[in-house]
């Protein structure tokens, strides 16, 4: 069964979000499903594969709430296609 929810978003990024699923010719709602499920995947695949110890993550979070990028993709692809590249999709 699926859940109904409500949220608060920021008016600018909900307008960039009805745009991009209007350009991806998708509804909202299988928009951000399917963005929640990579983030959830990624999670789950770094928890398995990844040997990092809590200070090193703790550093990371600190550098993220500065402004600073703690790392950069670099790649000609979007973050979407490594991740469903990564899937085998």
């Known amino acids: 069964m699926d859940e ?3 949220i608060r978003i920021d008016a600018e990024l909900w307008k960039k979000v009805e745009i991009l699923a209007a350009k991806r010719g998708v509804t ?3 928009l951000i ?3 929640l499920a990579m983030e959830v995947e990624a999670e789950e695949l770094l928890s398995e594969k990844v040997a990092i110890d ?3 993550v ?5 550098e993220r709430k500065t402004g600073k990028v703690p790392f ?3 790649s000609k692809k979007t973050a979407v296609e ?3 590249e990564g899937r085998g999709d």
């Open 4 to 6: 109904v929810t409500s």
């Open 28 to 30: 909202l709602r299988s």
């Open 33 to 35: 499903e399917e963005l």
């Open 54 to 56: 809590e200070s090193t």
């Open 58 to 62: 703790k550093a990371l979070l600190e």
């Open 72 to 74: 950069i993709i670099v």
């Open 82 to 84: 490594l991740v469903r």
